[in-house]
């Protein structure tokens, strides 16, 4: 061990005193909003420097400006407070920089603009509140531990490039106004937010220190790089009543970046998602250079005003793509937006993605009794996809999601550009009232698991058969007559053996049963279905009722079948239109009695696309017209 003489030792003392600041706070009030060659001066440009750190702040003009003061405060080697006697705006003519443990207060009564460079540059431990900042690069935060707003005081970043850009770590940013003013003005930043550290939060689980961060024309809140970055209890793409939409072109842009958690483990820790032009959320990657790995969403509102009783709606609810891998989408309410709720995609062998989680959401639906459907997919996962996991894995993990009232298909499961999809697990969910069906699984995705077969049931007991042993069967009670049938609740689950077969035995009354079945790697087929009903049993019940069923299955390739009801008999006439309204096959033209029908319509020499059925039935003293479309698939 070394020894040290006493007088060393005062010495080393006295030098590591010297090497570093004070941290005692000075208060400088600024008097003026000048910022021109005078503001660099002390006291008087001709007084000797020592007397530049007394701690006055008087130019020869009798100016405290925001520079000099900093200069000032710079030049004692001290941390200090700025306020202002003074209001309007300071245009400044380059950048401030903010030493460590200092504090800008502009009591909501200044604003600080200039030109291209960057306007106030903060280091560690600094606070900036009260300021509308509308430069072309409003506020850096280089270091970490910093302060951005916070209860009752507010920023407002406006009409910049970028409003607030962090590179540092652990900083917080709490009630500010990203686009948008305090009174409600919009002034709209290309960027509100650029996130390049770790650790930082954004908003916290109260309403007061949330931040309202919409109207931005490229992305709300973008997390480029670093890790575990918060976001919390924001608005983000309305204004501060959550109900206007106001969007940002993005809401959040994760690239690139891993551990993040937007919302958090209470309901209230969730932000509102809504009204963004594109996505609510888009993640992706940059491989083989980066990946966004890890990123958690969990409790947010995506597509509601924040009582849910209205959509405010993103153009998509969630995005992932580029290379992201174990996104976990978890307790979060995914409706009313105007294409999917969630898609998944991957195109090329660089931008694969996998291993994401999605439990527990509410997708189409308030999470109650509420309707608020997505108008495309509830879930669409397309392209070069593996590994995901919508609701119960293969091992009993996770809790299912509610998908119900999607305009299309509730989870569908689909090609992109050559690649298919393959191990997504679809268990144990609510599914129903989707607009075209449940559950689709393109033949040449999901490894080509095939649905089960040779339904029957006798007595209570419920048996068939899949090509595969070992398979998870999961079974699902539905409505008879529903095409395509809804599966409400899981009703449980079984086995096939080694030759395939499986059985299950309910006590349930049940009126019809859809199944899936699961392989081992995950791979989860279309639903099966079987009514309980008799064929016999359904040809002596006369409708009360027209009606026009949706086409099963749907998408469909080739055939489809089509049924419908009449209460009285009829002239009936079915024909099918293409997505221009010309008619290209004509399925019914006859006079039928009352009574439940069935036609198969056969697209085997027609072109994949949208199409629709339209029927005319002329009874004695009624009418019925009804139009539905369909999706056939190549």
Known sequence: MIKYQPAVVLILLISLLLSHKSYSQEVYTINSTADDEYAYAYDNPNTPI????????????????????????????????????????????????????????????????????????AQNNTKVRGLRISGYLGLLLEGSNNIVGDFPYYNEFVNAQVGLTIDGDNNKVFNNYFGITQDGTLMPNQFGMIISG??????????????????????GIEIATGSGNKVQHNLIGTTFDGRTDAGNGQGILIGGSDNNIIGGENWDDGNVISGNTIYGIFISGAPPDSYSADNLIKNNNIGLNPDKTAAVPNARGITITNGTMSAQIIDNIISGNTN?????????????????????????????????PNDGDGILIAGNVGIVKIGQDENGNYSGNTIVGNGSVGVDIVPLQGYSPERITVRRNTLHSNGLTNLFVDTSA????????????????????????????????????????????RIGTTNTDANGNFSYTTN????????????????????????????????????NVFSLNQNFPNPFNPSTSIHYQLPISANVEIKVFDVLGKEVETLVSDFQNAGSYEIIFNADSFSSGVYFYRIKARGENESFYQIKKMLLIK
Do not use: W
């Not at 407070?81 to 200092?102: M, P, W």
């Not at 969630?342 to 999470?367: K, L, V």
């Open 446 to 489: 999901n490894n080509r698991i095939r649905e089960p077969f040779n339904l029957q049931y006798n007595a209570g007991s419920i048996t068939g058969k899949h090509a595969l042993p070992n398979a998870i069967i999961d079974i699902y009670s539905a409505n008879k007559f529903e095409l395509p049938a809804s599966a409400y609740f």
């Open 508 to 543: 349930l009354n049940i009126e019809a049963i859809a199944v899936t079945a699961t392989d081992f790697e995950g791979n989860t087929s279309n639903f099966a279905r079987l009514n309980i009903v008799t064929d016999v049993e359904d040809e002596q019940q006369i409708p």
């Open 198 to 219: 770790s650790n930082n939060e954004i908003g916290k689980a109260d309403m007061a220190n949330g931040n309202v961060i919409c109207g931005n024309a490229v992305v």
């Open 50 to 121: 020592d007397e530049s750190q007394d701690g006055i702040c008087n130019d020869e003009l009798g100016r405290c400006t925001l520079r000099a003061a900093i200069e000032e405060a710079y030049n004692r080697n001290t941390s200090a407070k700025f306020i202002f006697s003074t209001s309007g705006t300071i245009n400044l003519i380059d950048a401030i920089y903010l030493e460590d443990f200092c504090e800008i207060d502009g009591a909501n009564q200044i604003e600080i603009s200039g030109g291209f460079s960057g306007l106030i540059i």
């Open 340 to 372: 999917e709720g969630i898609y998944i995609f991957g195109y090329d062998d660089e931008t694969y993605t996998n291993g994401h989680i999605i439990h527990g959401n509410s997708i189409g639906t308030d999470g109650a009794q509420g309707s608020f």
